[in-house]
């Protein structure tokens, strides 16, 4: 978007403007009387006004932003190509400076002043510029040896942005009402509260949780505070501060929880092209069921699902890694656990580049059974010459002393690889003392050409006197991690919270391969075994699928098998389900992307070891102008007595928050639930409280004073709220951020000056978009001087800021307009080209489309 004098002053650049075929348009032409026109010269040939012009900037044919640059007279130069408009862009050392050119080797920017104006082709040597006015592109070009010598996405830290000082309440709420048939009635409800404040650079945050369950006489309600942590990034360091509660990286060792202190490398601020992983979570449940996801003890995800597979891939985990368990809590109160493995590729490096952690705190479990240990820990990940990466690091508490040395290399076609050996002495709960070693194999490759991608193959081997800084914190031998459970379920201890030091691990092996097939679909494989000494007892987990598309019709194919140690039989699992594109088929064009509503229609079936059956066919898709209203309806039928099934479900985005309801029953026994959630989050800064949709964990302010309800693009359902603010949350740490309105659902009395933001944010921050709005009148105004009209070309300003060229007959249209002031109007050089005009708008002006009046300007 242009200064508002662009548009006008373009018309009458065509006007006056002289061709390549070198005609001219005499001004006169536009009047018999000189005095009608006013002085048009500096539009001659194509040459247009001076001013501030909103283009497109690009260094090098590389995009760097959509931004406001000043524009000053100055003469066609050779270093100008196809660029006669006679107008130089006036750069500041600063702006030039975050472009990436290395200012300081030009002698002629040695003694400029930052925020001075400069002619950049004057100041360094073969510098050009090519502005096209038709397309606002400002093309500039420096030669390579005066840039900077930074990565291909490289943002210089000069801007990137702390953010704002706010507030932070982020909650989500799920409930759940259950009944059945000889049974008593349940409740269950869940609130999960993420709060945190913002001061500078610190960021502070807490994260606790209450629930409340009914049923089997007897009610449970339970506060649990998760974590609180303070952190900042160091940026000098590439580095994050985090003091409190947190996790220490998996690279080399387990990840551990802890209260104390760490400082460990952030590779987010890095490039993308010098950089160096939450997993996706899949099921078959066999009813309407709860899936729980725990990891370190904690619980950090709660849905429900209907019958047949799922996959969950929206985890926001607590820590970076660490084994997450996944509970599928079924209708009828049975229970299915099984763990998923969570850790990350070889940990190659680029040459020279290190990657650190150091860390002193004492342990943080979950669990009362395990003892809060101080310990120590420090990795080191170091980029060697020729694909090599070596790593080690160090483990030491009161009881225990663990080092690891390893070491990595990306053999080229056949992948990338790592190998390390951990030593470590422990002692244990009944003060036995143990020494002993594990090796660990990690591969990884992508085989595009084939689309084939090996993501992980795991292998690690341990002796029988190895033993980790988590298994030492136990205070008994054997026991159950956890014995407490919902008061709606039968009161019983969960087989997969058994542990036992005596039976140490022995190896473990764990895989995830996936396959391209054409354009058809795709397949994928994905499981683990852990063995241990002294039993027979493995845990299994092996999950396998296929899925496939054809002219918008989708399938899918999915078995899982899980064995844990203590049951008697493993449980098996197999699910299919295709989806039909209703609105896709009902289109007159046949084409989805066409469609504002989607509609599917889905069915499926599973069954599982012992013969059960469960068949579901439903309806589901996306309401309202945004696609923010989700909806679905199930009907199904079980057998073995299981009878008939089905659920009506809804979810709603808006500004304010997510919300969501649903309903399902099962004939068996007859069950009866309902189930409904809120999340959203509040946010108070300097200009008072914005209600968001659920935050991430770094997030952007939308601040259009004024623009009351416009949507922010890329959002579904986001709009500002009535006074013009808004939070779009989930923003990238160090990358450039695209924040856009959209100019068609503005109010009539609010123009904006540009309609995109661009903001580079670091980790945690709230940072603020700032978007110039012009909040008044819009008026189509006659102007008359000495009984004439105003000249044709005049140029029309309030102290506001806004103007306007006079067009024929006197007339000029201003927006942004207060309800009463001065117009300034010049036609020409001295007092004798130059008038004010005084107005006032009528009441109601701002709630027009536009006013239409007459002034006389003296």
Same mark, same amino acid.
């Given at each position: ?39 048009? /010269? ?164 807490? %994260? ?56 460990? /490398? ?34 950090? %995800? ?35 656990? %099984? ?23 004492? %342990? ?88 084939? /991608? ?405």
């Amino acid at each position: 978007m242009t200064h508002p004098v662009a548009p006008l002053a373009a018309l009458v650049a065509l006007l006056a403007m002289k061709s390549h075929a070198e005609a001219y348009f005499n001004p006169a032409f536009l009047s018999d009387d000189a005095s009608a026109v006013a002085d048009l /010269s500096r539009f001659q040939g194509d040459a247009q006004a001076p001013g501030i012009y909103r283009v497109d900037l690009y260094l090098n044919e590389t995009f760097q932003a959509r931004k406001d640059v000043r524009f000053v007279a100055a003469a066609a130069t050779p270093s100008r190509r196809n660029d006669d408009t006679g107008l130089s862009p006036c750069l500041t050392p600063d702006m030039l400076t975050a472009m990436g050119v290395n200012t300081a080797a030009a002698p002629g920017l040695k003694n400029a002043r930052a925020d001075s104006c400069l002619d950049i082709t004057s100041v360094i040597e073969g510098a050009t510029v090519d502005f096209d006015f038709g397309k606002l592109r400002l093309a500039i070009s420096v030669p390579q040896a005066m840039m900077n010598n930074s990565a291909r996405g490289y943002i210089p830290p000069s801007q990137w942005d702390e953010g704002i000082n706010a507030l932070l309440l982020d909650y989500n709420f799920t409930g759940a009402n259950s009944e059945q048939r000889n049974g008593p009635a349940s409740n269950n409800y869940f609130l999960g509260l993420n709060s945190g404040i913002n001061i500078g650079p610190w960021r502070l945050r807490d %994260y606790s949780t209450w629930s409340y369950s009914s049923g089997n006489q007897r009610n449970k309600s339970e506060v649990r505070h998760i974590n609180t942590w303070l952190e900042r990034a160091i940026i000098p360091l590439r580095s994050e501060l985090v003091m409190g509660d947190s996790t220490t990286p998996s690279d080399v060792f387990d990840s551990l929880g802890f209260r104390g202190v760490q400082l460990a /490398s952030d590779d987010n601020m890095l490039p993308d092209s010098l950089r160096g992983f939450a997993p996706t979570i899949r099921g078959i449940a066999r009813s309407h069921a709860q899936v729980t996801v725990r990891q370190n003890g904690y619980t950090i %995800y709660q849905s429900y699902v209907p019958p047949g597979a799922f996959a969950i891939n929206d985890l926001f985990p607590t820590s970076s890694s660490g084994d997450l368990v996944v509970e599928v809590k079924e209708s009828d109160g049975s229970i299915n656990v %099984y763990s998923v493995p969570y850790s990350s590729v070889p940990v190659l490096q680029r040459e020279g580049h290190i990657k650190y952690a150091a860390t002193a705190g004492e %342990y943080r479990s979950s669990s009362d059974m395990q003892e809060a240990v101080k310990f120590a820990q420090s990795t080191l990940i170091w980029g060697l010459p020729a694909g090599f990466t070596a790593y080690g690091g160090t483990q030491l508490a009161q009881d225990y002393n663990a080092v690891a040395l390893g070491m990595g290399v990306n053999i080229g076609q056949l992948g990338a690889l790592s190998l390390d050996v951990t030593q470590a002495n422990s002692r244990l709960a009944d003060d036995s003392r143990h020494s002993g070693s594990s090796l660990r194999f990690l591969y990884g490759k992508s085989l595009n050409e084939l689309g084939t /991608s090996f993501q992980l193959i795991g292998y690690r081997y341990s002796t029988e006197g190895f033993y980790t800084l988590e298994e030492t914190t136990w205070k008994q031998m054997s026991g159950y991690a956890d014995e407490e459970q919902d008061a709606g379920t039968p009161s019983r201890p969960v087989t997969s919270s058994f542990y036992n030091l005596r039976d140490s691990k022995r190896d473990k092996v764990q895989l995830n391969v996936s396959q391209q097939l054409g354009s058809t679909g795709s397949i994928y494989l994905s499981g683990s075994r852990q063995s241990y000494w002294h039993t027979s007892d493995t845990n299994t987990l092996l999950q396998a699928g296929y899925s496939g598309n054809i002219s918008g019709v989708s399938w899918t194919l999915n078995y899982s098998y899980n064995k844990v140690p203590g049951l008697h039989a493993a449980d098996n699992r197999v699910a299919f389900g295709f989806s039909v594109p209703l609105s896709q088929w009902l289109s007159p064009e046949g084409d989805i992307t066409e469609q504002n509503n989607s509609a599917y229609a889905t069915y499926s079936v599973s069954s599982d070891t012992h013969g059960r059956t469960t068949q579901s066919a439903g309806l589901n898709g996306t309401l309202l102008e945004d696609n923010n209203l989700n909806y679905s309806a199930q009907q199904g039928y079980q057998n073995r007595g299981g009878g008939a099934n089905g659920s009506l479900g809804a979810s709603y985005n808006g500004s304010w928050g997510n919300a969501s309801a649903g309903y399902n029953y099962s004939d068996s026994g007859s069950y009866q639930q309902v189930n409904y959630g809120l999340s959203g989050a509040v946010v108070l800064h300097r200009n008072g409280l914005t209600l968001s949709q659920p935050l991430g964990d770094t997030n952007v302010l939308i601040a259009a004073p004024g623009a009351g309800n416009v949507k922010v693009e890329d959002n579904a359902g986001l709009r500002t709220d009535w006074r013009g603010y808004a939070v779009v949350p989930y923003a990238t740490t160090y990358r450039m951020n695209r924040m856009a309105l959209d100019t068609r659902t503005l109010p009539d009395n609010v123009d904006l000056e540009g309609t995109v933001v661009n903001v580079v944010p670091t980790r945690g921050a709230l940072v603020r978009a700032d978007f110039t709005t012009h909040v008044g009148a819009r008026a189509l105004i006659n102007l008359t001087h000495d009984g004439r009209a105003v000249p044709f070309g005049a140029m029309v300003t309030t102290k506001e800021g806004a103007s306007g060229i006079v067009g024929d007959n006197g007339q000029v249209y201003l927006s942004g307009l207060a309800r009463q002031g001065q117009l300034i109007v010049r036609w020409g050089e001295g007092d004798s080209r130059q008038c004010v005009a005084k107005y006032r708008l009528p009441e109601d002006a701002a709630s027009k489309a536009i006013n239409k009046l007459t002034r006389v300007c003296r």
